[in-house]
């Protein structure tokens, strides 16, 4: 835990007693902060007094004695309107900050020149993010991950000299952080997500800037135009920018040339690694992601040859284009994160053969989107509610069959996968939520994983779960 000593002495409101908001009560008063919280949910409340927190309805506290409010990312501090705690802060003129924030405060005060690694985009900022944490990691240094990848950023160790920080930040915790000012800062895309949190797409682009204009050094895909324009303002107001590309060449930074990616640098530009044969950073999309964390980890000290050996060692993101085994010249892959067709579509793209394993509870536009990339898809297998609305978008275009369960559908794909001889892969990425059959798309992976461990004669890449 990180004890937050920045408001020691001092009264705190803090709403929101999830997993995050529950770790950030706790951290407040090991610091010595006197925290009142609350929750809509009656559950939770009663939990966070089962843990000693002292609870009260904020709408009864007195706002003038606040030092601050301490808001979780999940409740709506803009849209589609503010929490009405929200509004009883804005009214008494106090700040309103999130966890992310509360640890940048102490970083500033315990460590400030501690290395943070600050990552966000629409897509790929949990892989890019494992990926960077494990360089760092496999390099020998001391290095914590965090953030929106799944562990409360106050739950790491406390801040020190040389000790590595990797945080993912969603737009909901830069929204509450206005002063986080990462070592090196990641932006890596933007397509249209979060608007019914945010109002409109400049306003979600608007939020997402401010993580790279309080880094020391910028690292900014620009393959959009959002970002595109945001990495020339950024360069503008005299931050260090580093561009990122997955299929265009920049005059200063990293971008990806078929397999290989290359560093450009005054004038000059020379391969830095080659991804070819690294079996969890196939994909256009995975240079885009390598390119960003080698340019960050660059930029935090860690030189080129403990980069190249971390990329080759990485073991993926658990649930995303995950090898899981082998047998012959067959790959069995989980991606069961890809609960949406644009989700699904890098992984279909990394793979020239592929026995498909797809459905679940259907999202709005179905697999439509999906049709450039149906000529490789040897036969699909689909399973849950959505399995007739896929065959009805399969057509002529793709031989399929109505698995209806996982277990059908593995057995199913794998025999014929095997008797089909040639290089390929049997891939779960559902382009589904799991919910018609799964708790998440992590229990939805999991049973994948322990399906593939049942088959016969498989060499297994990972340890079922």
Not at 188 to 197: A, G, S, Y
Not at 301 to 313: C, H, M, N, Q
Not at 408 to 423: F, I, Q
Request: proline share 5%; with cysteine; charged share 20%.
């Amino acid at each position: 835990m990180i004890p937050v000593t920045t408001f020691k002495g001092k009264k705190v409101a803090l709403f929101g007693l999830g997993g995050s908001g529950l770790a950030t009560a706790k951290a407040l008063v090991a610091g010595g902060a006197d925290v009142t919280a609350w929750d809509d949910n009656p559950d939770s409340v009663a939990k966070a007094v089962a843990e000693g927190l002292t609870t009260a309805d904020l709408r009864g506290i007195y706002w003038g004695a606040q030092a601050a409010f301490v808001l979780s990312p999940g409740v709506p501090l803009t849209h589609p309107k503010p929490h009405w705690s929200v509004d009883l802060a804005r009214a008494a003129g106090v700040e309103i900050i999130g966890d992310v924030e509360l640890f940048v405060r102490e970083r500033r005060a315990h460590a400030p020149d501690c290395p943070l690694i600050a990552i966000t985009g629409t897509n790929g900022k949990s892989t890019t993010t494992a990926l960077i944490a494990h360089i760092l990691k496999s390099s020998g240094r001391d290095t914590q991950l965090g953030g929106n990848i799944g562990t409360a950023i106050l739950t790491l160790d406390p801040p020190k000299d040389r000790r590595f920080y990797v945080v993912e930040c969603s737009s909901y915790q830069i929204d509450l952080a206005p002063t986080l000012n990462p070592t090196a800062g990641i932006l890596l895309n933007l397509t249209p997500d979060h608007l019914d949190r945010h109002g409109t797409m400049q306003h979600y682009a608007a939020v997402k800037e401010r993580l790279v204009a309080g880094s020391k050094t910028a690292v900014i895909g620009v393959d959009d135009t959002f970002c595109a324009l945001i990495a020339d303002r950024v360069e503008r107001a005299g931050v260090a920018v580093k561009r990122i590309s997955k299929r265009n060449v920049v005059a200063e930074g990293l971008y990806a040339e078929g397999s290989r990616i290359i560093e450009a640098h005054a004038g000059a530009s020379s391969a830095l690694v080659d991804l070819d044969g690294i079996q969890t950073l196939r994909g256009s999309h995975n240079g885009q992601n390598a390119a960003a964390a080698i340019a960050a980890c660059l930029a935090v000290g860690v030189s080129a040859d403990e980069i190249r050996s971390g990329l080759k060692s990485f073991p993926g993101l658990k649930h995303r284009m995950q090898p899981v085994a082998k047998r012959g010249q067959v790959v069995f892959v989980n991606d069961s994160k890809a609960t949406n067709a644009d989700a699904a579509a890098p992984a279909l793209s990394s793979y020239e053969r592929i026995y498909w394993i797809a459905g679940g509870l259907p999202k709005e536009g179905g697999i439509v989107s999906l049709a450039p990339l149906f000529p490789r898809i040897v036969k699909a297998y689909l399973i849950g509610e959505a399995a007739p609305a896929f065959a009805a978008t399969l057509g002529e275009a793709v031989p399929y069959e109505i698995s209806g369960t996982l277990e059908k559908a593995v057995a199913h794909a794998a025999t014929d996968a095997g008797e089909d001889g040639l290089a390929s892969a049997v891939m779960l990425s559902p382009a589904c939520a799991s919910f018609d059959q799964f708790k998440n798309f992590e229990v939805r992976g999991d049973a994948f994983v322990g399906l593939v461990a049942g088959l016969k004669d498989v060499t297994m890449l990972i340890e079922p779960t």
